[in-house]
Nanobody, 119 residues
Framework: QVQLVESGGGLVQAGGSLRLSCAAS???????MGWFRQAPGKEREFVAR????????EYADSVKGRFTISRDNAKNTVYLQMNSLKPEDTAVYYC?????????????WGQGTQVTVSS
């Protein structure tokens, strides 16, 4: 069982930066980790993914070049550095941990942290 707790959200002006953290209660080194977001009235969408050892990383086109995902397996923590934020980045951001066997399936989710970008 894995519990995920996100932190670091808040209100920021357009062009600003935020760093989200996702702390896991259990060991997550055998799991891929992902960040997703859901804006009001929209479906949840993929933001970024990092493999178990950090060697493979993927981003949604909308955040490429602005967001950076990273992980510290010794701390069971995943980060999302968000730079050059835009109002359209406003959403609740969720951290997720994949299945060990199927790393494209996310079995555990955090409660989310709100990110609001003002124009």
């Amino acid at each position: 069982q894995v519990q995920l707790v996100e932190s670091g959200g808040g209100l920021v002006q357009a062009g600003g930066s935020l760093r989200l953290s996702c702390a896991a209660s259990g060991r997550t080194s055998s799991r891929a980790m992902g960040w997703f977001r859901q804006a009001p009235g929209k479906e949840r969408e993929f933001v970024a993914r990092i493999s178990q050892n950090g060697g493979s990383i993927e981003y949604a086109d909308s955040v490429k070049g602005r967001f950076t995902i990273s992980r510290d397996n010794a701390k069971n923590t995943v980060y999302l550095q968000m730079n050059s934020l835009k109002p359209e980045d406003t959403a609740v951001y969720y951290c997720a941990a994949s299945s060990i066997a199927f790393t494209t399936r996310y079995d555990y989710w955090g409660q989310g942290t709100q990110v609001t970008v003002s124009s």
